[in-house]
Each structure stands twice: as C-alpha cells, then as structure tokens.
C-alpha cells in the first residue's frame, strides 16, 4: 500500500497460480522476500515492482516463514523441519539443521546471532549462534500463532493469551 492501508494494489509475484505464498518479509521499502508452497523463494529489489524467482521446487511441500535482517543476510522456513540460511540475498541457501521433522511456521531473527523459530507443534527453536544450533523452548503450555522479538530478550507469543519473556525464553 502506498497511501497507509487505505488501498491495496495487486503485485504480480511471476510464479504459477499453483503456488500459494505464505510469508513475506521486507527489510526496506525495495528489498523483500516471499516464500511458499513448491519450495518457492522470489525477491524484488524495487518493492514488488518485480519478483525474480529465486528458486521453485517440484514438490508441494513448501516454505512457511522468512526473515531478512539486512538486504544479504537471512532465513528460511518450512514443511519437514526445513532451514534454509542465506548471506548473499538469497542467490545461494545452505540447509541448517532444526533437529526436528515438524513444519516450522514462521523465523524471527533480532541481529545475525539470536533467533526464534515458532514449530506447528507449539514450541519454540531458539538459537544464539546464528543458526548453527537450535534449542527447543516451551510458551507454557500455550498454544502459539505469532512471535515477536526486539532483541535478544525481549520477546512476545501470541495465540490464546499474550506471553511475554524478558530473558529470551530461556
């Protein structure tokens, strides 16, 4: 939208009618990132005048979430405990290991160090390291729809209550 919300104006991603996209994330008003189903990744550098396919799967399974903290530097989500990490833009991914096989809805990165994954199954993915470990963590008992962080630890789940952490959920 360019007028606040008030209109919203379709953007044509370039990628089949067979592809649904199920995340989105932008880290300025050019540079962005959707993710779906068919493993599809796209990017625009122009906000959204354009998408570049970046890479398109042959299977169904797909992508839920992503995050970019910088126009280089971020990550990937999916279906079958899929983590992909990217530091040139998404021109090349490197598979990270989640240690789990149930789909990971959405990532939020903070800086290139702390991050959060939110699993189907409710339970949180943490790491400190940018990826290279995760470790699981529990919202009390919650069932969990959205995560939000402003830094590494100050964070908040939503879904039935509102939680809070002001230790990075540990």
């Known amino acids: 939208s ?10 044509a991603s370039g990628i089949g009618n067979y ?13 962005g990132w959707a993710v779906g189903t068919y493993q599809a990744i796209i990017r625009t550098i122009n ?5 570049d396919t970046l890479y398109l799967g042959s299977s169904p399974t797909g992508y839920k979430g992503v995050d970019f903290i910088s126009p280089t530097v971020g990550w990937v989500v999916g279906d079958e405990g899929a983590i992909l990490y990217t530091q040139n833009g998404g021109i090349d991914w490197e598979p990270q290991t989640s240690g789990t096989n149930q789909i ?17 199954d409710n339970s949180l993915l943490h790491t400190t390291n940018g990826g290279i470990t995760w470790t699981p963590q529990t919202v009390d008992g919650s069932t969990v729809a959205d995560i939000s962080f ?8 939503a879904g039935g209550p509102i939680r809070n952490t002001t ?4």
């Not at 199920?22 to 540079?31: E, H, P, R, S, Y």
């Not at 906000?47 to 998408?51: F, Q, S, V, Y």
Request: negative net charge.
């Open 2 to 11: 360019a007028n606040h919300g008030q209109d919203w104006e379709p953007q």
């Open 19 to 31: 592809v649904n996209l199920t995340g989105i994330d932008f880290v300025d008003d050019l540079n």
């Open 47 to 51: 906000g959204g005048g354009t998408w």
């Open 104 to 120: 990971l809805d959405e990532v939020e990165f903070v800086d290139g160090q702390n991050g959060w994954i939110l699993v189907r």
């Open 150 to 157: 402003v830094d590494s630890q100050n964070g908040w789940a």
């Open 167 to 170: 230790n990075g959920g540990s």
